[in-house]
């Protein structure tokens, strides 16, 4: 059963760097045809598409977010992670990371709070 | 990018009922599209792929159909267990979009 487990800090300061990983369990990050991708969630409001890697090595992020974002794997950790730079107080959100394949998977979620 | 526009907002049902959540593509999406359900406080959860293959370990009750703009999502016998935001996400083009959400209250 394929899992996945967000970690990072829970808080960030304005104009610094949000880093986060992701940790793959019953499944390899190299695994072919798949797609690994961040999704986040402000409080009380709906789902934004960051950006996705695919297995293949290629990478998009959302234009919205694109000249602040790296999205990147280590495949000897099993581990994908996010990068958000400069970061303000609207970069507060749930973050979570997926896989789309045969299926879709999700993480539980971490909350960022970006805060002095 | 592709603008995903679910109907209705908001619903409110009976157990026992039957429910449809439909969701509209700007532009044809062949049957790249998904749907997730979300409780609160949880992370969402993947219901459909693919527009009508359920996901591994969903209950039957739950069915996707659809195709190029058009695509509604049914859940069946309707439980206190359902009441969650639906959404829809299309993964035909970067930037993937998603719909606004539906929420579903039990009567």
């Known amino acids: 059963q394929l899992q996945l487990q967000e970690s990072g800090p829970g808080l960030v300061k304005p104009s610094e760097t949000l880093s986060l990983t992701c940790t793959v369990s019953?499944?390899?990050?190299?695994?072919?045809?798949?797609?690994w991708g961040w999704i986040r969630q402000p409080p009380g409001k709906g789902l934004e598409w960051i950006g996705s890697l695919y297995s293949g090595g290629s990478t998009s992020y959302n234009p919205s977010l694109k000249s602040r974002v790296t999205i990147s794997v280590d495949a000897s950790k099993n581990q994908f992670s996010l990068k958000l730079d400069s970061v303000t107080a609207s970069d507060t959100a749930v973050y979570f990371c997926?896989?789309?394949?045969?299926?879709?998977?999700w993480g539980q979620g971490i909350l960022v709070t970006v805060s002095s | 990018d592709i603008q995903m526009t679910q109907s209705p907002s908001s619903v409110s049902a009976s157990v026992g009922d039957r429910v449809t959540i439909t969701c509209r593509a700007s532009q044809g999406i062949s049957n790249y599209l998904a749907w997730f359900q979300q409780k609160p406080g949880k992370a969402p959860k993947s219901l459909i792929y693919a527009a009508s293959s359920l996901q591994s370990g969903v209950p039957s009750k739950f069915s996707g159909s659809g195709s190029g703009t058009d695509f509604t999502l049914t859940i069946s016998s309707l439980q206190p267990e359902d009441l969650a935001t639906y959404y829809c996400?299309?993964?035909?083009?970067?930037?993937?979009?998603f719909g606004q959400g539906t929420k579903l209250e039990i009567k």
């Open positions: 996400q299309q993964y035909l083009a970067f930037p993937y979009t």
């Open positions: 019953g499944g390899s990050v190299t695994s072919t045809n798949s797609f």
């Open positions: 997926s896989k789309r394949g045969n299926g879709y998977y």
